[in-house]
């Protein structure tokens, strides 16, 4: 039996659900989202609570249960609070400059890099070194801040790169002058 997709989810004021022909259709005060849902998994709406049910006990119906329990408390969650990545720009000379939605990025190469912020993904620069990007749906926040990662990753002897806010870098001591 799966833990996680036992549990109810509660849904909040102003937070509808439903499932017309296999999507699942969340609506929010922040948005809409939706998401083509599986025939192994059933959502059942009962007194303001989403649940999730198994069709049988083959291995893919357990397998998708608690995954589509926890798709579906993120999709709710996004609609209602949203989600947030912040990430850090560590360098020297390194800044992030933001034009309508394109991120200007200086990380140490010949050219800056311009990343286009893509549609649903709200990006704020609060200080040169330090990015918000924020969202309903959580998989295309987190993929976009991967993304953004990736164009220069901290590197263990400075520090130096984009990390995320929480991330702990972990340095190495770099090359000591032997004696003789």
């Given amino acids: 039996m799966s833990r996680i ?5 509660a849904l909040p004021k102003g937070v509808t659900v439903a499932v ?3 999507m699942i259709h969340v609506e929010g005060p922040k948005g809409k989202l939706n998401f083509k849902s ?7 709406i009962e007194e303001g609570k989403v649940v999730v049910k ?6 893919a119906a357990r397998a998708y249960h608690g995954l589509y329990r926890q798709l579906v408390v993120n999709m709710v969650e996004g609609v209602s609070k949203g989600f947030s990545k912040t990430l850090i720009i560590n360098g020297v000379g390194f800044r992030a400059d933001l034009k ?8 140490g190469y010949a050219q ?10 709200t990006a704020v620069v609060e200080t040169p ?6 969202g309903i749906d959580k998989q295309q926040v987190g993929q976009t801040a991967a993304e953004l990662r990736s164009l220069r990753k901290p590197e263990p002897y400075k520090g130096k790169g984009i990390r995320y806010e929480d991330e702990v870098i972990r340095r190495k001591a770099g090359k000591t002058a032997g004696a003789k």
Avoid: W
């Fill in 112 to 121: 800056p890099i311009d990343f286009v912020v893509p549609e649903g993904i």
């Fill in 54 to 59: 198994r069709v049988d006990d083959s291995q």
């Fill in 129 to 134: 070194t330090k990015i918000i990007l924020s």
């Fill in 20 to 22: 017309v022909d296999g």
């Fill in 5 to 9: 997709g036992n549990n109810p989810i």
């Fill in 38 to 44: 599986r025939e192994e998994v059933t959502l059942a």
């Fill in 100 to 107: 309508g939605n394109v991120l200007t990025l200086s990380l």
